[in-house]
Nanobody, 114 residues
Framework: VQLQASGGGLVQTGGSLRLSCAAS????????MGWYRQAPGKQRELVAR???????TYIDSVKGRFTISRDNAKNTVHLQMNSLKPEDTAVYYC?????????WGQGTQVTVSS
């Protein structure tokens, strides 16, 4: 499975960005898809994920601000990020798990200026 992430950029505090992750095969076959992020000097952390059932989970720091969704027809998962804060600055990675195998996309940089 190949994953292509896009949508990162530079935004001011309080702004919004929408990340997209396009999969090379049907996302119906994915057990779970998610977005991780890694800030300089920090470990990669799971930000949000969506299961094949449609269930979503978020880390506490983004609840109420980020929304993960999927477009089955386009084999794409989105992460809508609102009310962005400087601490959201990181490289964001798309992940998909299928039959126990992790697949990663390339990262996309998100920078939030104060």
């Amino acid at each position: 499975v190949q994953l292509q992430a896009s949508g990162g950029g530079l935004v001011q505090t309080g702004g919004s960005l929408r990340l997209s992750c396009a999969a090379s095969s049907s996302i119906f076959s994915m057990n779970v898809m998610g977005w991780y992020r890694q800030a300089p000097g920090k470990q990669r952390e799971l930000v949000a994920r969506i299961f094949s059932s449609g269930t979503t989970t978020y880390i506490d720091s983004v609840k109420g601000r980020f929304t993960i969704s999927r477009d089955n027809a386009k084999n794409t998962v989105h992460l809508q990020m609102n009310s962005l804060k400087p601490e959201d600055t990181a490289v964001y990675y798309c992940n998909a798990v299928r039959n126990g195998v992790n697949n990663w996309g390339q990262g996309t940089q998100v920078t939030v200026s104060s």
